[in-house]
């Protein structure tokens, strides 16, 4: 180890000690700011869901620092809202102004996760950025949740807020206030959001004043470099440790649009040279006509969530975005333009993009890499509760199994990489506040994609309306193209969304389903996603499978069909001879099939 | 007689025993004994001269519990849960430990999924029951995780907080059937909403409850059977005391024991110096628990978690823990920047400077390289101390490759580590509208008065407070707590749409439950109190504050309770706006509509306390009464990191009134002080060390 640390003398002129003291403390500026928003906001999806995300920039708009338990996709995108704004108000930029924006074409994400971005000054210079993200559950739009997966242009997905000063110094404008709680529904809760959000904000900004008090500028401002420069000199060790080369991988979204149920293409070439990687998305399939699309700046957040992933010790700050280059050409799915609806884009691009990155590296690095992972399932349901006498929106977010990875199994229940601190909002919450009752939470037998380690396990969600009348909307993907198993690892179980499963009127309403009307007493089965496998199955150790067989988390007809391994139903013990007899025949059979 | 407190840490067991009829303290310490804590325990009453029978009160701070759920060495237990959710235990609430890792997993759950067995029953969210239990159903689970070897079993119901008669009818089944097994319901421990929660909380509960009920069966037997008459009392994580016998109540709630108790000692030093504000920080070997009282009061958390997603959620008294102590190893990560732990050498094999085989730098070596700790032994002399071989560890582990001099790459680890702790507690206090300046620091355990002075003046907090013995401070804790029993009720309503009986039947049905538990626990009616709070919010919110609840001012000294007034309506509503502000940095107007959702009664047993006695040796006219012993070099930031001679003073040396400027050491058994130059410490009539700046 010791010959390959590299002494900090190229740091500029700030000393170790100073830099790992104030270091620490930026992210711990962000995590303040965090803790400040999810216990005051309004929003469930923020105070249950966490559903939020903060960071440090410096004065050109480069990521400093997050803390513990942002939403990766959030941190990630703001660097460019930031740059986006000091490109567009330079001059215009004073002490006490705060921006808002939700702009996917600047940095945002969908309308729903809604920006506040404050600058810092020392002395009226500007020294740095704080900006917090929080997902609102309604920014208007067609639907209630502002969730429409069938938009074919953004102007149903609700209020499109361009980076515009919330706060000229030190002064709610209301005129801009005003006009944004007019738009979306239920304003009254918004307003405790927006409240919330400038709150931590301003946290932000006292604690960092209070560190350039206390270090000076100069010492602060060498710090933020050297951040940066420290992160970037790490991955960049990286990539120049990684075999030089072209790695392809393709990925598949299950529909174009409503009207066109081809698929479309992700396709990525990595290109690794030295110390750097060019992510090159040509051959991609041109912009959709549904919500499934990226902008520039929410591509390039996947392929910085993916690859950060593989390097958790590197610091994620803008260093880590130095060594990669992009190409994405205009109008695709992965660099859509205006007026491209962008509402499902986690669900669908982001996560192809993070799939297909995955699939690249793992060709380089393929002891860091894990199989392909869930994909995101949203759901909102809004109706009239006619005992309570309210409307109400209900979001329900998922959780799923993660791709196995070169020496260990995938994890089940998690959830995504990009969504940071995010947690699922207890059943017991939904059914007081909502007319739901919930049948299962569960984790789905079979689920996981087969693989000498396998893939973890989707859950399966099956509630009930209990009273009146509500439109289901869902975003979500995989229903054709499962999760992927890697090096010989099988796919994972299909996601899904099915109503009254298992009864006489069962129907399948899939994961495209826009305001969709259930009445009382029908059941939605939701079909979470799962993990791929990593490596052939048959080479999987027959003691795991048995563990899983004992654990239930694979049956015993699933044992000999995906592993090869015959597990005795009454001893609950491995058959070896049988087991050893129909690996050789699936292998066997495999050859056989090669030769077709 | 004597009234004891012993408290069982990582490395040491600590007495304090208090001589009832003269006041006299003593203090004890043995090395602890982990494969069964209670032999340390009897070794050091016994060593103390103290026979059981002689003992009037015997209080005990165990890590019993809390070494079970993170070694993973509880007993085997089973999970009973409602058709469909037998996977919340594992599904928690979905979060990741770690933002940017595709090779993190989470912690093993502490019941595997084949001995979580589901049964076909349902209450709804109003309390209605859907289902009933089948009692064949029930039978056939059970009789299957016996088989099976289970000790224990938690039934964990969805809704049970709104109705625990199936949870209740299921444990009646399984009991009968099987008298022996420790048996657990979700809503005998927490009848509160969220079911992660509430599945983590029992099955805690269950884990580890067989395992305190032998230790705590076979220790109260040893006392007895020495003659003991009273009852052994244990201490819990909500800074009260329960009977060792009440295992069922014990069980979650005695996983902060020992960090409670010094907590509580905290809060009384603070009371007898007049500091009402106060942050405590208790550096041990492997780790610093960070901890405030604010306004004489203790500050509560509604839960703890004790590793990544294993949750208890009950009132405790808000301790942060980090990962820094004396043992504390610094690296050099490969991008060149210094970081101190979170990994630590622990007592074995220890810092590299203990000689026991150590060979990675810690923050005791770099203690010791600047001069700060002794540099020939520790311990009074019996830990001898090799101080060449810590600075060859940090020259050639940290200083090298940082391209510094020795004393500077130690300096900063020193530098790095406060700055940690520094940061957990502007944590709790900035974070929730705490101005550090306004607050004392007291410090505790054997590395935490090292420390202490650095992180004040780091923080500009206005004081430092030593306490005589900093090494047994959680011992003392414990004699200075009461018995208490925390209960809480979910109700779920909009403020303008309570009935106020509804609200006082809760309130009045919880303090009966904890009556009739004190006076079993033999607490006299003159010695109860009970304290009602309620949690609120916004409407709209889905994060609640806890505020007290008032009581109609002419019935609370009738000891009647009545219905509840306007005005006091109104003070309520005060109470939660002006929490919010203090905590967020905001409230909403006045009139937007909150809403209630949980009731709590804290009934509190009030025991006698030993009444910390001053110092009648020593003077309170301010005066050097001591001379230093010896003179050592130390290295300081203030002096430019040049070492310069520094006088170093032994604490038994001292009496009250006794001033000592910095820079200076002071000595003691099983702690060393560390004042600054600027800084002066004087020693009050109590034998604490107050450390304050000299401008």
């Known amino acids: 180890m010791a010959e390959t640390v590299e002494t900090h003398t190229n740091g500029g002129n700030i000393d170790p000690v100073t830099f790992a003291v104030l270091h620490n403390s930026l992210k711990s500026v962000v995590d303040e700011m965090n803790l400040t928003m999810f216990r005051s906001a309004y929003s469930a999806v923020i105070t249950e869901g966490r559903d939020i995300g903060g960071a440090v920039f410096d004065a050109r708009g480069r990521l400093v620092a997050q803390g513990e338990s942002d939403l990766a996709v959030f941190v990630t995108m703001l660097e460019f809202s930031c740059r986006a704004i000091l490109e567009r108000y330079q001059g215009d930029i004073h002490p006490g102004d705060a921006f808002i924006l939700n702009d996917p074409f600047v940095g945002g994400t969908h309308f729903n996760d809604v920006g506040i971005i404050k600058p810092v000054f020392w002395q009226d210079e500007l020294v740095a950025l704080v900006a917090i993200v929080g997902h609102w559950p309604d920014v208007g739009g067609s639907e209630p949740g502002s969730f429409a997966p069938d938009a074919t242009e953004y102007y149903r997905e609700g209020l499109r807020i361009p980076p515009i000063k919330i706060v000229r110094q030190g002064k709610l404008d209301e005129g801009v206030y005003q006009l944004i709680l007019a738009n979306v529904r239920i304003p009254e809760e918004r307003e405790g959001d927006v409240r919330a959000q400038l709150g931590a904000a301003t946290v932000g900004e006292k604690r960092l004043l209070r560190l350039i008090e206390k270090y000076g500028k100069d010492t602060f401002v060498q710090c933020m470099d050297e951040a940066i420069s420290y992160s970037e000199r790490l991955l ?91 190409i994405m050409p205009e109008g695709t799915v992965v660099n859509a333009k205006p007026p491209a609806a962008l509402s499902a884009m986690a669900a669908t691009v982001y996560e192809r993009v993070i ?41 329900l977010f998922s959780e799923g199994g993660f791709g196995g990875r070169a020496a260990k199994d995938g994890s089940s229940g998690l959830v995504s990489l990009y969504g940071g601190g995010a947690r699922i909002t207890p059943v017991e919450v939904f059914e007081r506040k909502y007319p739901l009752l919930f049948k299962q939470w569960q984790l789905r037998p079979d689920s996981g994609g087969p693989g000498r380690y396998r893939g973890g396990l989707g859950s399966t969600k099956t509630f009930m309306l209990t009273r009146g009348e509500a439109r289901l909307t869902a975003l979500g993907d995989r229903e054709r193209f499962p999760a992927w198993g890697l090096f010989g690892g099988g796919s994972a179980d299909k996601q899904g969304l099915v109503l009254n499963y298992g009864k006489e009127n069962q129907e399948n309403i899939t994961l495209k389903a826009v305001g969709y009307v259930i009445r009382e007493g029908d059941e939605v089965t939701v079909f979470g996603g799962a993990g791929g496998g990593y490596g052939d199955p048959l080479e999987r150790d027959p003691e795991a499978v048995l563990e899983d067989v004992r654990e239930e988390y694979v049956s015993i007809q699933h044992a000999a069909d995906a592993y090869g391994v015959i597990v005795d139903p009454d001893t609950m013990t491995v058959n070896i001879p049988a087991t050893n007899r129909l690996r050789a025949e699936l292998q066997q059979k495999r050859l056989g099939g090669g030769q077709l | ?77 089973g999970l009973l849960t409602t058709k ?42 109003f309390g209605r029951i859907l289902k009933p239990v089948d009692q064949d159903e029930v039978l056939a689970a059970a009789e299957k995780l016996v088989q099976a070897g289970m000790e224990s079993i938690a039934v964990v119901f969805i809704n049970s907080y709104a109705n625990p008669a199936n949870e209740a009818e299921t444990c009646r089944i399984i009991s009968e059937a099987f008298p022996d097994l420790f048996v657990v319901s979700s809503s005998q421990v927490l009848r509160e909403w969220r079911e992660f929660e509430r599945t983590s909380t029992a099955v805690v509960a269950a884990y580890v409850g067989p395992l305190l009920r032998r230790y705590l069966g076979s220790m109260t037997a040893e006392l007895d059977r020495g003659g003991y008459r009273g009852r052994a009392l244990v201490m819990l994580s909500n800074g009260g005391v329960a009977p060792a016998d009440q295992v069922e109540e014990l069980a979650p709630r005695s996983l902060l024991s020992g960090p409670a108790a010094a907590v509580i000692a905290a809060r009384e030093i603070g009371r007898l110096t007049g500091e009402e504000n106060l942050v405590s920080i208790d550096i041990g070997g492997t780790s610093t628990d960070v901890a405030m009282v604010y306004q004489g009061e203790l500050l509560m958390s509604l839960e703890q978690e004790i590793e990544f997603g294993t949750i208890v959620h009950l009132p405790v008294i808000d301790v942060s823990t980090i990962g820094a102590g004396g043992g504390t190893i610094a690296w050099v990560d490969r991008g060149g920047v210094l970081q101190m732990g979170p990994q630590s050498a622990g007592a074995d094999p220890g810092p590299v400077c203990y000689g026991k085989g150590g060979t990675e730098p810690t923050l005791t070596d770099a203690n010791v390289v600047l001069g700060r700790l002794n540099p020939g032994h520790l311990l009074g002399g019996q830990l001898p101390i090799d101080r060449d071989r810590a600075f060859k560890a940090i020259e050639e582990k940290i200083a090298q490759l940082l391209g510094l001099d020795t004393y500077t790459a130690a300096r900063g680890m020193v530098e790095v580590l406060n700055q940690n702790i520094a940061n957990a507690i502007r944590k709790i206090t900035v974070q929730k509208g705490y101005d550090p300046r306004e607050f004392a620091l007291f410090c505790c355990g054997g590395a935490g008065p090292l420390q202490a002075a650095e992180i004040a003046r780091e923080l500009s ?143 509190i047993g009030k025991l006698s306390h030993p009444e910390l006695v001053g110092n009648a040796a020593g003077s309170e006219v301010d005066g050097i009464g001591s001379q230093p012993k010896s003179n050592r070099l130390v290295c300081f930031k203030e002096t430019g990191n040049d070492s310069v001679p520094t006088p170093v003073y032994m604490r038994q040396d001292l009496s009250a009134g006794d001033t000592v400027p910095g820079p200076a050491i002071v000595e003691q058994f099983d702690s060393t002080v560390l004042i600054l130059p600027g800084q002066v410490g004087r020693v009050d009539a109590y034998g604490n060390i107050i450390i304050g700046d000299t401008i």
Request: hydrophobic share 35%; charged share 25%.
């Open chain 2, 1 to 77: 007689m004597m009234r004891v407190g012993v408290d069982v840490g990582g490395t040491f067991t600590d007495f304090v025993l208090l001589d009832e009829e003269t006041g006299k303290l003593e203090v004890q310490k043995v090395s602890s004994t982990s494969d069964n804590q209670m032999r340390g325990v009897m070794e050091g009453i016994e060593r103390s001269g103290c026979a059981p029978r002689e003992i009037s009160m015997f209080l005990h701070g165990t890590t019993v519990a809390t070494n079970a759920v993170i070694q993973k060495t509880g007993c085997r237990t």
């Open chain 2, 461 to 603: 907090m206005k004081a430092i407070i030593v306490p005589p013995n900093p090494g047994v401070t959680s011992a003392l804790g414990l004699l200075l707590t009461d018995v208490r029993h925390d209960y809480v009720t979910s109700y779920i309503r909009e403020l303008n749409q309570v009935k106020p009986e509804d609200v006082e039947m809760a309130f009045a049905s919880m303090e009966e439950e904890g009556r009739k538990q004190l006076a079993a626990d033999g607490i006299g009616a003159e010695n109860m109190a009970f304290e009602r709070s309620a949690d609120l919010r916004y409407l709209a919110q889905t994060h609640e504050l806890t505020v007290s609840w008032p009581y109609p001012p002419e019935d609370r000294d009738a000891g009647v309770t009545g219905s509840i007034r306007a005005d006091a309506w109104r003070s309520l509503c005060q109470a939660f706006h002006d929490r919010h502000q203090q905590e967020f940095g905001y409230a909403a107007d006045l009139g937007e509509p909150l809403e209630i959702v949980n009731l709590r009664v804290a009934a």
């Open chain 2, 84 to 125: 469909g959710f037998r996977d919340v235990l594992k599904i928690r609430r979905t979060t990741r430990g770690k933002l940017y890792d595709v090779q993190w997993d989470p912690p093993e759950e502490l019941v595997p999924r084949r001995y979580r067995l589901e049964i076909d029953e349902r209450t709804d969210a």
């Open chain 1, 236 to 326: 960049r060790q990286e990539f120049a440790a990684m075999p030089d080369g072209d790695y392809q991988w393709t990925e598949y979204l299950d529909q174009e649009s409503p009207a066109n149920p081809e698929p479309v293409k992700v396709h990525l070439t990595l290109r690794i040279g030295g110390d750097q990687a060019v992510f090159d998305f040509s051959g991609s399939d041109p912009q959709t006509r549904s919500a499934a699309n990226s902008t520039y700046s929410g591509t390039a957040s996947a392929v910085f969530v993916a690859t950060k992933s593989l390097f958790p010790d590197i610091p994620m700050n803008h260093g880590c975005f130095e060594p990669i280059q992009f």
């Open chain 1, 355 to 395: 799939g297909v990155a995955f699939g690249a590296l793992a060709q380089a690095v393929p002891e860091k890499i894990m199989a392909c992972p869930n994909g995101l399932i949203n759901l909102t349901i809004g109706g009239f509760d006619p005992t309570a006498n309210r409307y109400y929106v209900a979001y």
